[in-house]
């Protein structure tokens, strides 16, 4: 019989929960827009896109994590990563063109909705959108500060 990973287990518990979303801006415009490559519940599709319910949460604790969600959504992300334990490679969109209130609401409603993180982690606010968007980079620089995030995430 076939050993379940950690990451597995989560996805398929993160399946189960079908709560009322608190950000349902968010959930909207994930629905729009993210759902059809990380799916529905944030789990990702094998081969295409990783889950955003693995990373999120960790990246959430710290000011250089917190960067590198703000980043992600607003310039995309190109390049081989590691999320639980598979290699993904893909090129995810960047989602500039949407406000940094929306983007803000897309991102709490991944890390409050779908991943289910500690209340005591602050939700993301227009305003980090708005410092990183003073900051453009392209997809391959955001790749790179996710390789230090990872390192350095607790």
Request: glycine fraction near 8%; hydrophobic fraction near 50%; aromatic fraction near 8%.
């Amino acid at each position: 019989m076939r050993q379940v990973g950690w990451w597995e287990a989560l996805l398929v518990v993160a399946s189960a929960v079908a709560d009322e979303p608190r950000y349902a801006e968010g959930a909207a415009t994930f629905q729009a827009n993210c759902a059809v490559c990380h799916r529905a519940n944030g789990a990702g599709n094998a081969g295409l896109a990783p889950p955003v319910i693995i990373d999120a949460p960790r990246f959430a604790q710290t000011s250089e994590g917190r960067r590198q969600l703000a980043m992600t959504v607003l310039y995309g992300m190109y390049g081989e990563i590691t999320v639980g334990e598979r290699r993904y490679n893909f090129k995810m969109p960047e989602f500039s063109r949407f406000d940094d209130a929306t983007l803000a609401a897309v991102l709490n409603h991944v890390l409050f909705d779908l991943a289910h993180v500690d209340a005591g982690i602050a939700p993301i606010e227009a305003a980090d959108l708005a410092h990183e968007r003073a900051q453009v980079v392209d997809g391959a620089a955001v790749r790179a500060h996710r390789a230090t995030v990872v390192t350095a995430s607790p």
